[in-house]
């Protein structure tokens, strides 16, 4: 047997649904042609890198049972048309073109240039059923040149709110599929258009990198992600554990704060020295928040994986802020 046959079987064995035509479409599309990174994690049903950006962000195309579980949802039939939000390095595309045959569509939207770059490279070298193209996100200021109606929306990436041209393209009774909330975690939605509604369906809770790469490119001291990413971990740890009140008020007291911040702060390189560091203004508020924060800040820290300077030793009890350090490590 070939490891796509062993994978497919795998999934199968292991309660993930897979009709003959997905199957056949995994048969039919070669992972290794759209990814520039060892593959041999897809084989173990792990998302696997694709591309890594010029600043070194990683985008990767998720796990295989993930793409079998969202490929289930989004009821495909031949002849549809799909909007592609995020294009998993054309290998998403190639599938649902598999899918929905000679008459059908996949439109890729991608935020990115670098991804978009890579993408319009790799799906040259496909021979697509269908037609698929690849636009950048400016290419929806023209949404209204879609000559066919769009029956389906695959969001690839975290996301909060529907994007507003979907408002306008979609018609009743076609739905958008996606992980929709924070950073840290989303919930995969079902949302299907109907009397300019949004009827959902939620299929449970999942973890997606961002929708847009640059959000994963930006400086771990932005003070609007370190807002963010507080925000969504606060939600999280208030489902799993009891945060003290008062505890509780300051985080969100310290969340408004950091998005009070001017936007044109400075950012962090690894140029930047430890004094430039502890003067910046994101460091400063937090520093001055420390005598609360510093005990319940791993939790938070684990969450975003981000560290922020600590300028005592682990071992050192008068060490002012717990979990030790010498960099800033996004």
Same mark, same amino acid.
Request: hydrophobic share 40%.
């Given at each position: 047997?070939?490891?796509?046959?062993?994978?497919?079987?795998?999934?199968?064995?292991?309660?993930?649904?897979?009709?003959?035509?997905?199957?056949?479409?995994?048969?039919?599309?070669?992972?290794?042609?759209?990814?520039?990174? +060892?593959?041999?994690?897809?084989?173990?049903?792990?998302?696997?890198?694709?591309?890594?950006?010029?600043?070194?962000?990683?985008?990767?195309?998720?796990?295989?049972?993930?793409?079998?579980?969202?490929?289930?949802?989004?009821? /495909?039939?031949?002849?549809?048309?799909?909007? %592609?939000?995020?294009?998993?390095?054309?290998?998403?595309?190639?599938?649902?073109?598999?899918?929905?045959?000679?008459?059908?569509?996949?439109?890729?939207?991608?935020?990115?240039?670098?991804?978009?770059? @890579?993408?319009?490279?790799?799906?040259?070298?496909?021979?697509?059923?269908?037609?698929?193209?690849?636009?950048?996100?400016?290419?929806?200021?023209?949404?209204?040149?879609? =000559?066919?109606?769009?029956?389906?929306?695959? /969001?690839?990436?975290?996301?909060? =709110?529907?994007?507003?041209?979907?408002?306008?393209?979609?018609?009743?009774?076609?739905?958008? %599929?996606?992980?929709?909330?924070?950073?840290?975690?989303?919930?995969?939605?079902?949302? =299907?258009?109907?009397?300019?509604?949004?009827?959902?369906?939620?299929?449970?809770?999942?973890?997606?990198?961002?929708?847009?790469?640059?959000?994963?490119?930006?400086?771990?001291?932005?003070?609007?992600?370190?807002?963010?990413?507080?925000?969504?971990?606060?939600?999280?740890?208030?489902?799993?554990?009891?945060?003290?009140?008062?505890?509780?008020?300051?985080?969100?007291?310290?969340? /408004?704060?950091?998005?009070?911040? *001017?936007?044109?702060? +400075?950012?962090?390189?690894?140029?930047?020295?430890?004094?430039?560091?502890?003067?910046?203004?994101?460091?400063?508020?937090?520093?001055?928040?420390?005598?609360?924060?510093? *005990?319940?800040?791993?939790?938070?820290? @684990? %969450?975003?994986?981000?560290?922020?300077?600590?300028?005592?030793?682990?071992?050192?009890?008068?060490?002012?802020?717990?979990?030790?350090?010498?960099? %800033?490590? *996004?």
């Amino acid at each position: 047997m070939s490891r796509i046959d062993d994978l497919l079987d795998s999934l199968k064995s292991s309660g993930v649904k897979l009709d003959e035509n997905i199957e056949s479409a995994f048969k039919s599309v070669n992972i290794e042609d759209f990814i520039d990174c +060892p593959v041999e994690g897809f084989w173990q049903d792990k998302p696997v890198t694709f591309m890594t950006t010029m600043a070194g962000a990683e985008k990767n195309i998720s796990a295989p049972h993930m793409i079998a579980t969202l490929l289930h949802h989004l009821e /495909i039939r031949n002849g549809q048309h799909f909007l %592609l939000i995020g294009s998993k390095g054309g290998y998403l595309a190639a599938i649902l073109d598999q899918l929905i045959g000679i008459n059908g569509i996949v439109t890729i939207i991608e935020p990115h240039n670098e991804v978009l770059e @890579h993408t319009l490279e790799t799906l040259e070298k496909y021979n697509s059923k269908g037609i698929i193209r690849v636009l950048s996100a400016s290419s929806m200021d023209y949404f209204e040149d879609f =000559e066919k109606p769009v029956d389906r929306v695959l /969001i690839t990436g975290a996301i909060r =709110e529907i994007p507003e041209f979907l408002e306008v393209i979609l018609q009743d009774g076609a739905f958008v %599929l996606g992980p929709f909330g924070g950073t840290i975690q989303q919930r995969l939605l079902k949302r =299907e258009k109907n009397n300019r509604q949004w009827l959902d369906t939620d299929l449970g809770g999942v973890v997606f990198g961002p929708m847009d790469t640059f959000s994963a490119e930006r400086n771990p001291l932005d003070p609007y992600v370190l807002a963010e990413n507080l925000e969504d971990s606060l939600n999280l740890m208030s489902d799993i554990i009891e945060i003290n009140e008062t505890i509780y008020q300051n985080i969100e007291q310290l969340i /408004i704060s950091l998005r009070e911040l *001017p936007r044109d702060i +400075p950012p962090i390189s690894e140029d930047t020295s430890e004094e430039d560091i502890l003067e910046h203004p994101v460091m400063d508020l937090i520093m001055s928040e420390m005598e609360w924060l510093a *005990p319940i800040w791993p939790m938070f820290s @684990h %969450l975003i994986s981000m560290d922020l300077v600590s300028f005592g030793d682990l071992d050192d009890e008068s060490s002012f802020m717990a979990g030790g350090h010498r960099d %800033l490590v *996004p």
